[in-house]
Structure formats: C-alpha cells, structure tokens
C-alpha cells in the first residue's frame, strides 16, 4: 500500500511562491497518474493538476494554467506542484493522490484512491 506524505505548505504573500512536495512510501506509484487536489473551506475538493506516469502529460485546471507546474521524479517517488503568483483564492488544504495505471489523466477526484493527509496553504492578500 502506498502512503503519500505532501509538505511545503504554508502562508505566503500574495503573488509569492510555494512548492508543494508529495513523497510515496511502499508500492511504487511509478506507473500511476499522479494529481493534485485542494478544498477550501466550504467547497468541494478540486482538482488542481495532474500527471501522467513518464511526466509527458499534464493537466491543469483552469485557474492553475500559467501560474502552477506539476514534476514528477519517480527515481525519488516525489511529485512536485510549483505555484507562483499565488492569490488569495489559493488558500486551501492541498491533497496528493495516486490515480490509475496508465497514461490516461482523470480530473475526477473518485478516480484517485490513495491520499495523503494534505498541507495547508494560506495566500494572505
């Protein structure tokens, strides 16, 4: 079973930067669609990006377009989110989680089942 431990979070500034950090524990997630989630208080969680296992494919949500990038390096079992010119309807709980073998990318949360316990991020304005 795979753990997945996310770190990086925190309170920044508006238009700062952040990079979020999820690394896998016990089975290799080498061959999984990795994403990115995040719920703000009173919302439903969302998806935020997505990559495809060789790191060839990604998806973004809209409002993450230009502004975040998703890595991944399965030599180290670490998937990246690099945010940038953050605002403040960014504050959220961040969530990885491991989707589907293949290289076809879900943006649909009941798609992922393994989830790491989140990190919390604050964009004050």
């Known amino acids: 079973q795979v753990q997945l431990v996310e770190s990086g979070g925190g309170l920044v500034q508006a238009g700062g930067s952040l990079r979020l950090s999820c690394v896998a524990s016990g089975r290799t997630f080498v061959y999984n669609v990795m994403g990115w989630f995040r719920q703000a208080p009173g919302k439903e969680r969302e998806i935020v990006a997505a990559i495809s296992p060789g790191g060839g494919i990604t998806y973004y949500t809209d409002s993450a377009k230009g502004r975040f990038t998703i890595s991944r390096d399965n030599a180290k079992n670490t998937v990246y989110l690099h945010m940038s010119t953050l605002k403040p309807e960014d504050t959220a709980v961040y969530y990885c989680?491991?989707?589907?073998?293949?290289?076809?990318?879900?943006?649909?949360?009941?798609?992922?089942?393994?989830w790491g316990q989140g990190t919390q991020v604050t964009v004050s304005s």
């Open positions: 989680a491991k989707g589907p073998t293949g290289a076809t990318i879900s943006r649909f949360s009941r798609d992922y089942y393994t």
